[in-house]
């Protein structure tokens, strides 16, 4: 499976499993995630794709950041994941 920047993933493996991350980059098979708590934006978790499930994309000023390759802060995105961990649940 193919992964772009800014789609929402849950980890399926290791002892992150079933936590939501952000697609910071996607390189060669390899996926660079984030959370905004315990991986950091200027330091994300490095995991094959082959390990994650891919949940969705999602039309929000942060991930639009994402995208385009504009700075984000760790807050917006902890605050961008919970609002979409929101909306899945409702």
């Given at each position: ?5 800014a789609?929402?993933?849950?980890s399926?493996?290791?002892?992150d ?15 660079l995630?984030a ?9 994300p ?10 949940v969705g994309?999602?039309?929000h000023?942060?991930m ?9 802060r760790?807050?917006?995105l902890?605050?961008?994941l919970?609002a ?5 649940e409702?």
């Amino acid at each position: 499976m193919s992964f772009k920047r800014a789609q929402i993933v849950r980890s399926r493996c290791g002892r992150d499993s079933g936590r939501l991350f952000c697609v910071m980059d996607a390189q060669a098979g390899w996926l660079l995630l984030a959370d905004g708590k315990r991986r950091r934006v200027d330091r994300p978790k490095r995991k094959q794709g082959k390990h994650v499930a891919l949940v969705g994309e999602w039309d929000h000023p942060v991930m639009e950041k994402v995208r385009t390759g504009q700075s984000v802060r760790d807050r917006e995105l902890r605050a961008a994941l919970a609002a979409f961990r929101e909306e899945m649940e409702v």
